[in-house]
């Protein structure tokens, strides 16, 4: 039952740091919660092992969850290839980040209860990735989306982390009645939620149709395209990204665990687990490549001109993931888990470096306000530069890479090989490899080249994280340069089809890893040229000629407006969405609740029977004969109804 520990020891560490608190302390919470999620990453690297590299897929059943009729659902760990490759990436960054929170919130006042929330996090997410059905995948679904919230709000004094969070949690509604939607879907189709039952079929419901919204639709294109939907707020796609920028009021450990290697991932993973839904559904892989494309490059153009640190790294999540989504919508599905697994040391590995910068100058995150770090800071200014060369793909062909090297490439050479929009999403995801190299060496010079710009005070007493923090940097720094060229074969090249197994299904009739490998040469150059210029240009911008980047904002002062506030976003669905629903919840409250409901109900109520009573109380004079006289014309009544009753 080595899964079961593995995927409830989180749990139990979070129930005992956060109900057991004041009898653990600080250090008691931090010691539970720690040591249970690195046992779990020791257990995920040997599962990984033996279920991955021997070949030893199962599914484990621990009990009956739901029964009605003759619905059953069972809580059943499904442990794939798939599975196993999303244990080692949660519980490894989870762990790291585990670690290095005991060094980085060491001031903070309620380290118990962020340490139990971190464990609860892990726990719904190793729930997501062993679900063996679509309910059981829908509970650590929106477990992680509370969790997140509970993280992103940790600072709850603060209004913008309150404004964050709840952000978060409203924009990721909107794609979980999608998701929601697209499990009613897949049930009304297949007549289950079981994913062997619903993936075994999948073939067979190709050409089927039902009505939906009064029109027939194809079954599967409208499922996977609800589905979709579900992961596009999951995964800050376009369109449903802006809680993304926002959640970094959270802590840097926050950012790095979320929106780093795991629940800014669940949606590449769902849309992987569902390889054989989506494979039969072309023209919603059309739809998928198509806005993974435009997010890599829009999110990258932001990213360009952002002046918080872990804002930029951010908007380069958001563009990596566009680049996961459109290798998904080629049906690259393998190059796309290769890209998450690698993205999750590296993106992890600059977030936590960012907050290694951010704990050495007392809080600041603000770029414009640092600058000469790197010799207050070298080990955090080796590790960053380790960071943004996997993040920019830069490598040797034939000789090394940085793990970013092997997986962006498999995507952009995936991409043009099929041709289409893939061709679209190949030159948009060129584009925006240019603009991370460029923003990424923005990142490393604003930092720790040139003179330090913000509080003296601050400069004076900049310092090396303590080890505590820097031992798990280390970490994902080896994932950063290994990982790439050591899980190379494994994942895109020529071992895959055993490490994979059933766990992933390609488009019927056409390979696109296979049909990457024989694209022309200059396809494969590509990426590593953009990024190479990237970085030229940003060194000539930022280290030769520092007027430069003033002059070209002034010069196209109308698109950096644009760009440097996100496309007006955030403005347009406050115009489209949030103001309107604030004046109708105004009319309904003043005129209806309280014009009409309460004027006419409640309050009319009351107020006549306050009436009424100030009319009786005047009868209350406390003279005897006024009673007397009250009682007289009482008797009269009476006696005059009781004769007329008679008669």
Not at 226 to 249: C, N, V
Not at 282 to 303: Q, S
Not at 514 to 535: C, D, K, N, R
Not at 548 to 567: D, E, H, I
């Amino acid at each position: 039952m080595l899964e079961a520990i593995c995927i409830f020891l989180p749990l139990l560490a979070a129930a005992i740091a956060g109900l057991g608190n004041r009898r653990l302390g600080d250090r008691g919470a931090q010691l539970v919660t720690c040591g249970a999620v690195i046992l779990s990453a020791v257990i995920a690297v040997y599962l990984f092992v033996d279920v991955a590299l021997a070949h030893h897929p199962r599914t484990v059943r621990l009990f009956n969850w739901i029964s009605s009729g003759d619905f059953r659902v069972d809580w059943a760990l499904r442990v794939d290839t798939l599975t196993a490759v999303m244990l080692v990436v949660v519980t490894v960054v989870s762990a790291c980040v585990h670690v290095y929170s005991v060094g980085y919130m060491s001031h903070d006042h309620s380290k118990p209860r962020f340490m139990a929330y971190l464990s609860l996090f892990t726990f719904m997410m190793l729930s997501l990735v062993t679900a063996d059905n679509f309910l059981q995948l829908f509970f650590g679904w929106e477990g992680v989306g509370l969790a997140s919230y509970l993280l992103i709000g940790f600072w709850f004094h603060k209004d913008s982390a309150n404004n964050a969070s709840i952000k978060a949690f409203l924009v990721n509604r909107v794609g979980d009645m999608g998701f929601a939607l697209g499990i009613m879907a897949v049930f009304a189709i297949f007549g289950s939620v079981e994913f062997s039952t619903v993936f075994d079929a999948a073939a067979s419901k190709s050409g089927a149709t039902f009505n939906f919204l009064g029109y027939s639709t194809p079954a599967l294109t409208t499922a996977c395209l609800l589905l979709f939907i579900g992961a596009m707020g999951k995964s800050a796609q376009l369109g449903l990204h802006t809680w993304l920028p926002d959640a970094m009021e959270g802590p840097t450990p926050v950012s790095a665990l979320i929106h780093a290697a795991t629940m800014v991932t669940a949606g590449v993973f769902m849309l992987c687990r569902c390889s054989p839904l989506f494979s039969q559904a072309p023209d919603a892989l059309a739809v998928v490549c198509v806005m993974g494309g435009l997010t890599a490059f829009v999110a990258a153009t932001i990213g360009l001109t952002q002046w918080d640190i872990k804002r930029v790294i951010a908007y380069s999540t958001m563009s990596q993931l566009g680049y996961m989504f459109f290798a998904i919508g080629v049906g690259a599905y393998s190059a796309a888990m290769f890209h998450l697994m690698t993205h999750a040391f590296f993106k992890a590995l600059l977030f936590l470096g960012a907050g290694s910068v951010i704990h050495a100058i007392d809080g600041e995150q603000d770029m414009r306000n640092m600058g000469g770090l790197r010799g207050a800071i070298p080990k955090t200014h080796a590790l960053m530069w380790i960071g943004s060369l996997a993040l920019a793909g830069i490598g040797v062909p034939g000789i090394y890479g940085f793990a970013g090297f092997y997986s962006k490439d498999a995507i952009l050479e995936a991409s043009w090989a099929a041709g289409g929009v893939g061709q679209t999403a190949f030159w948009l995801g060129i584009a925006a490899a240019l603009f991370t190299a460029f923003y990424s060496w923005r990142l490393i010079y604003l930092t720790f080249y040139g003179k330090f710009r913000g509080d003296h005070h601050a400069m004076e007493h900049a310092h090396e994280s303590p080890p505590v923090m820097l031992i798990p940097l280390y970490v994902l720094a080896a994932g950063a340069l290994l990982a790439g060229i050591g899980a190379y074969e494994w994942f895109v090249g020529h071992d895959r089809a055993a490490f994979w197994g059933a766990s992933i299904v390609t488009p019927p009739g056409h390979d696109p890893i296979e049909a990457a490998h024989h694209v022309p040469h200059w396809v494969g150059l590509a990426p590593l040229a953009v990024g190479l210029l990237g970085i030229a240009l940003a060194s000539w911008f930022y280290l030769k000629r520092t007027d430069l980047p003033k002059k070209v904002a002034t010069a196209f002062s109308g698109v950096y407006v644009l760009v440097f506030n996100k496309y007006y976003f955030d403005e347009l669905y406050d115009a489209v969405f949030v103001r309107p629903a604030v004046w109708f919840g105004r009319l309904f409250w003043q005129r209806g609740d309280q014009g009409i409901i309460d004027a006419y109900g409640p309050d009319a109520i009351a107020s006549n029977s306050r009436r009424f009573a100030g009319f009786v109380s005047k009868l209350q004079t406390g003279y005897l004969y006024q009673y007397a006289f009250v009682m007289l014309i009482g008797v009269v009544l009476f006696t005059t109804w009781f004769l007329w009753r008679g008669h």
